[in-house]
C-alpha cells in the first residue's frame, strides 16, 4: 500500500489557515487574557477551524488558567 502524500495545493492551503489562526491568536492576545469561549466564537466568525486555534495555541505557547469560571488563553510575561 502507498503511502498518501498531500498536494502542493494541499500543503499550501494548510499552512495558510495555520498562518491565519496563529496571526488571529497573536492579536486576540495583544491585549492581555481572554476568555476561551470569546476566542472560540470570534475565531469561528472568521472562519478559523478549533483545530487550527489549538495548533496555533500550542506555537505560540499559549497558556491557560482557569478564574472563578472562566478558562482565561493569554501569552506569558517573556522572563
Known sequence: MEKWVPSDQQTYRRNELYR?????LSAILA???QPYSTIVARATEAGISL????????ALRVESR????????YIPAAT
Not at 20 to 24: H, Y
Not at 51 to 58: E, G, M, Y
Not at 66 to 73: R, S, Y
Open 31 to 33: 491585549d492581555g487574557p
Open 66 to 73: 482557569k478564574v472563578n469560571k472562566n478558562t482565561l488563553w
Open 51 to 58: 483545530a487550527s486555534l489549538l495548533t496555533a495555541k500550542r
Open 20 to 24: 491565519q489562526a496563529r496571526q488571529f
